[in-house]
């Protein structure tokens, strides 16, 4: 039986992590919202993201792969587009699904 | 070019009687002592037990702290200085949006910053103990340490170390693009950080500097370092009275805790937009006794030289100064040089005037020393009362001079020396002068 958080709950807690990281009210984390350009994060905060991350879903995040997953050769204005909560979430959920795979 | 005159437009503080420069002057003014039995932590096995540290949580004093978002990369002590540095902006009355930011420096005096906090030393105790390997008997795993403090320690806190966060917070905060420094020489750090920045003002680099400074080393780190150097009381028996500068039966300083910023800004700056100055910096000298870390060079070379130097700044003669505010740390050592000093300076004068240590009441706040003294000056001046060296029963042979013992004075002081002395052989010296 799989005991992979199911999206829902990934989301929640994901969530939480980003309101404590980057100090934004809860209703503005949606699945659409950019962490960058609308939530204002800036590098320090995804360094603090990915810790809480790692801490809350037992995890190993190499950040720059995290973002090199985004996409072959973004700019930085893409980044910051393709950079959402929701993304982050499915992220998780992979990672985590490829864990339990291995 | 003309040497700029400099003036003190705002100031800000956080002492351990509370934040505010309000409920400072109205403590020292009563001469009442901040001391507290320290209970943040188990000091059961540790020599000092008390310290002068300021109630408030980390929780508490980062409701303070705008943006919020600056709180993940402040450390308790770089926090008082935020707090500080928002009181002293809101008090001068300046508007950053008005200001050319290339002209707007910051210059902090920081010292033991965050590395060492309280919650960062349990985090790293905690990483400690995770780190043992039973299997082969009881030993600790130096390489599983560090892996593990990468995991399990949040990775932000090397941010918060670092000396010079709390100078980069202030110029994110005000926009102040000019020259930014943070200034670390032990106890002198923030005399010599209004210093620097009184230079760079007379010397028309900047016409405002954001500068003062902040520390907080009431944590276990802080205690035992102070305590493996033997410099603080251990006059457990009587905490409450044990910090006495000056006074025969003193054994060592009481440390303390918190943060002041002051404003300093050019004269004609000031004028122009209608506020009114504090006080005038007329004098600033730093020097080295290069002599050796700790001690005092022999008949006090180095702060005989800082006084001196200080005065020439100024222009003006010792028989000018009109109260002193002394590093008075309550060491047997500093005490006696210290007197010793202002006496070979001043001559006879010395004894005609006040002399008092503030650290009688509020302790060694270290890196904000400076800083905080030279508020309690400004305010001295601004309300014509010179603050006591309380705790103060029994002359010393070797500290003859006017200490002001345990009750504040009414004094009208038009100069006052503010003294700030620091190990590595650090002397900081400021002079002010009152403006009509």
New interface residues.
Partial sequence: MSNIPDEHEIFGKLKNIIVS???VDSDLVTQEAKIFNDLDAES??I??M??QI?QTFGLKIDQNEMLKSLGENLDAYEVREKFTVGWVARYISDKLKSVVQS | MEAKRVVVSGMGAVSPYGLGVDIFRDNIVSGISAVKLINDFDVSNLPTKFAASLDLSNTELSRYIR???A???LSRSGMMASIAANEAMSDSGLKTDNLNPYRLGTSIGAGGVGLWDLDHSNNLLDVFLKSVEVSNGIKLNNSTIWANVL?HI???TP?KGLSNIPTAHIAIKYNARGNCQTITTACTSSAQAIGEAYRQIKYGIADIVISGGSDSMINPYGLVAFSMLGVMSTNNADWQTAARPFDRRRDGFMIGEGAGIVILEELEHCLRRGAPPYAEIVGYSSTNDAFRLTDEPPEAWGSIAAIKAALKDAKLNADSIDYINTHGTGTKINDKAETHAIKAVLGKHAYRIPVSSTKSMIGHLVAASGVIEFIACVLAMREQIVPPTINYLEPDDDCDLDYVPNVAREKKANVILSNTFGFGGQNACLLIRRIE
């Fill in positions: 990281a980057l100090m320090i905060d360094v603090d990915r810790f790692e | 943006p919020p978002k709180v993940k990369t995991s949040h990775p932000l941010l």
